[in-house]
């Protein structure tokens, strides 16, 4: 199998538009989190969330790109451009047909889809949907826009599985690049789904917090007075290519990925499995096909979005396959970034290979009181990054529908 390393990084999130800004307020431990300012959100249960800041899409896109595209095939090719500049990928002097895009999100253009059918509903009964209606709602159009303004005519394609999507589009990536189908792969995910129709409804299913007086220290992973996630948006990219292929032109490299780990809960439609069933079969898959144990994880950014039952779970999973571990760190950095459903892997994906590379784990913020039978068992840095030379990190994601997906990212060495 060839080795899968990471040439590019672009990363537009809520706490920075940009890799480094990103990096550096992950590290400070800096909470996205503040008043929703999209829509008016007095009659909604929670009204807050991570919204990107200091970003318009009219700085970086033309009139006609906003109207072919939903937000979230903007978000999406604004951080691969990033990530190919990142990368100094230069795609005139590479075979075109040896690179492809997996790319995911969870719910493609729903705000283009809530306008339109709003329109549509509040007005005489003639449908005047824009014609670019179907393509801009279908999840998979972002692969197709990357692909097409880069010409890359490789493997192309968009994996859904909810919360799970991005890591599930990165697994899919090595893949292929390790099977020698695709030389490198632009891969990653995107979200924009603050909106009415995204935020009533997971408020409906309880999944959202509502700690509506103090929003900045809402999300609140493992803590015993977690009450819900707080929704995120935007994109994380990563440049994925083979070893020799990025060594032949030069390329920095950043990481690599060593494994990749997907099942399925098969439990309830949207809760997780309580005995973590699924996130037991995920995470000893990916360390089985890094042939490495358990015990040589130094790092492990879990799901963790802040709800009740989701992170006990996890934790529960986590000790079914690490036992007890005082030197094994342990962060959740939805608190900071919020949850970007089918974004939230490639973001996390993003810290983990940061964290290798610099040897930092970032800290789990606004988290006072861990679960008490967990607070002893991990190495919970709160509040506060921890310096730690580190080897391998994990990082795991869940979604609605049961899904598992954990990817395995290690230090790069020659």
Not at 72 to 92: K, P
Request: aromatic fraction near 10%.
């Amino acid at each position: 199998m060839r080795r899968v390393v990471i040439t590019g990084i672009g990363a537009l999130t809520p706490i920075g538009n940009d890799l480094d800004t990103f990096w550096s307020n992950l590290k400070a431990g800096k909470s996205g989190a503040a008043p929703i300012t999209y829509f008016d959100t007095e009659k909604f249960k929670a009204k807050f969330a991570c919204e990107l800041k200091d970003f318009n899409l009219e700085d970086h896109f033309h009139v006609k790109q906003r109207r072919q595209y939903d937000n979230f095939s903007l978000y999406a090719l604004y951080a691969v451009d990033m990530a190919v500049n990142h990368g100094n990928v230069d795609f005139e002097s590479l075979d075109r047909n040896r690179i492809g895009v997996i790319w995911g999100s969870g719910n493609g253009g729903i705000q283009t889809f809530q306008d339109q059918m709003k329109e549509y509903c509040e007005g005489d009964g003639t449908p005047r949907f824009t014609p670019f209606f179907i393509p801009r709602i279908l999840v998979d159009i972002a692969a197709g826009i990357i692909s097409m303004k880069y010409g890359l005519r490789g493997v192309n394609f968009c994996p859904v599985s909810a919360c799970a999507t991005s890591n599930t589009a990165i697994i899919e990536a090595f893949n292929y690049i390790r099977w020698n189908k695709a030389d490198m792969i632009i891969t990653g995910g995107s979200e924009a789904a603050i909106n009415e129709a995204a935020m009533g409804g997971f408020a409906s299913a309880r999944a959202l917090s509502t700690r509506n007086d103090d929003p900045a220290t809402a999300s609140r992973p493992f803590d015993v007075t977690r009450d819900g996630f707080v929704m995120g948006e935007g994109a994380g990219v990563l440049v994925l290519e083979d070893y020799e292929h990025a060594k032949k032109r030069g390329a920095t490299i950043y990481g690599e990925i060593v494994g990749g780990g997907m099942a399925a809960d098969a439990y309830h439609l949207t809760g997780t499995h309580p005995e973590g069933e699924g996130a037991v079969l995920g995470m000893n898959e990916a360390l089985r096909e890094a042939e490495i144990t358990a015990d040589d994880i130094d790092y492990v950014n879990m799901h963790a979005t802040s709800t009740p039952l989701g992170d006990k779970s996890e934790l529960i999973a986590a000790e079914r396959v690490f036992g007890k571990r005082a030197d094994l760190s342990i962060s959740a950095t939805k608190s900071m970034t919020g949850h970007l459903l089918g974004a939230a892997g490639a973001i996390e994906g993003i810290a983990c290979v940061m964290a290798l590379r610099e040897g930092i784990v970032p800290p789990t913020i606004n988290t006072t009181e861990i679960e008490p039978e967990y607070a002893d068992h991990y190495d919970f840095p709160l509040g506060t990054a921890k310096p730690k030379e580190m080897k391998y990190a994990m990082s795991n994601t869940f979604g609605f529908g049961g899904h598992i997906a954990s990817v395995l990212f290690k230090k790069f060495e020659e």
